[in-house]
């Protein structure tokens, strides 16, 4: 039987958030708080335009802290980052669904709202597919996003672009959260994932 098996990143696989845990490690907890009012100045700005959405705020924080290095300059960092010892950082449960989904010949995909600058070599290292919210780069700096932010219908989205549906015969998802529901909707078998990462069977 051909099973497509997909996986939330944060809060699914890992306990929290991955990005304010890719932050405080790239600029520093220092670093990031000196460009709070930075940022707090590019939301007021877009919410006087009526343009403030949970996917522009996240954009406009990574915004602030990206333009700071060059690409070359996050690859190394992103790889330290990865490097690092990371205890209660991963919800093993999942991380061991991931690997024995794979392990079983399955095709494999973490599909997050999160950026493929530090998840890729994540996928990569466990060797299953992305599909998450890509990054724009110009004359080596981060300029945004290129592409929707990958979260909620846009999940659907893209794994429906990614992949014919029509040839797995078993879908299974696994998510955390109301905006992982659409995913969870289209698949057979569904998991939502609770605290101390217990996956309890999620049903429409």
């Known amino acids: 039987m051909k099973t497509l098996a997909l996986f939330d990143f944060d809060g699914t696989i890992t306990r929290g ?3 304010l845990e890719f932050l405080w490690h790239m600029v520093g907890v220092k670093n990031a708080l000196w460009g709070t009012p930075e940022v707090l100045a590019r939301w007021l700005f877009l919410a006087g335009k009526f343009n403030l959405s949970h996917d522009t705020a996240k954009e406009e924080l990574l915004r602030v802290h990206m333009l700071r290095r060059s ?4 690859d190394v960092a992103v790889k330290d980052f990865m490097a690092l010892p990371k205890k209660n950082y991963f919800n093993e449960p999942v991380l061991e669904a991931l690997r024995y989904w794979r ?3 399955a095709q494999v995909a973490v599909v997050s709202a999160s950026i493929d600058i530090w998840l890729a070599p994540f996928a990569e290292k466990e060797q299953v597919d992305l599909i998450c919210t890509r990054s724009a780069w110009t004359d080596g700096r981060w300029t945004g996003f290129s592409g929707p932010n990958c979260r909620g ?6 794994i429906k672009s990614a992949f014919p549906l029509e040839d797995y015969q ?5 998510g955390n959260s109301g905006s992982d529901i659409p995913m969870l909707s289209m698949a057979h078998e569904a998991w939502m994932v609770g605290r101390k990462g217990r996956l309890k069977a999620w049903q429409k």
């Open 103 to 105: 392990d079983q010949g």
């Open 17 to 19: 958030d991955s990005l």
């Open 170 to 174: 078993h879908i299974v998802a696994y």
């Open 153 to 158: 219908a846009e999940k659907v989205h893209r």
């Open 71 to 74: 690409r070359e300059e996050w």
